[in-house]
Nanobody, 116 residues
Framework: QVQLVESGGGLVQPGGSLRLSCVGS????????MGWYRQAPGKQRELIAV??????NYLDSVKGRFTISRDNAKNTVYLQMNSLKPEDTAVYYC???????????WGQGTQVTVSS
């Protein structure tokens, strides 16, 4: 079955860095674009980064600070987060950027807390 497992979150001070990982299984990983979403308390889940065969795109608020990458040999997508701000505090999820049933899977998420 399809699984997405995120890891790498934690507590970090403002200005710090984290690298999130998401391992996918149960589907042909290298055939699909992958995305990272986040959901802050009381807010809707938002798409922050997507990686396709042609490149990557970012939400304006993370552009220049976050970098999405992938290692197809490891079925893993990463999110390198630098210069973290308190407003980056959220649960972060990866997602298969596909229509149909594959697009409906979510992992358990990983909590990122930016606080001094």
């Amino acid at each position: 079955q399809v699984q997405l497992v995120e890891s790498g979150g934690g507590l970090v001070q403002p200005g710090g860095s984290l690298r999130l990982s998401c391992v996918g299984s149960g589907f042909t990983f290298n055939s699909y674009a992958m995305g990272w979403y986040r959901q802050a308390p009381g807010k809707q889940r938002e798409l922050i980064a997507v990686i396709t065969s042609g490149g990557s795109n970012y939400l304006d608020s993370v552009k220049g600070r976050f970098t999405i990458s992938r290692d197809n040999a490891k079925n893993t997508v990463y999110l390198q987060m630098n210069s973290l701000k308190p407003e980056d505090t959220a649960v972060y999820y990866c997602k298969i950027m596909a229509t149909g049933s594959l697009g409906g899977y979510w992992g358990q998420g990983t909590q990122v807390t930016v606080s001094s």
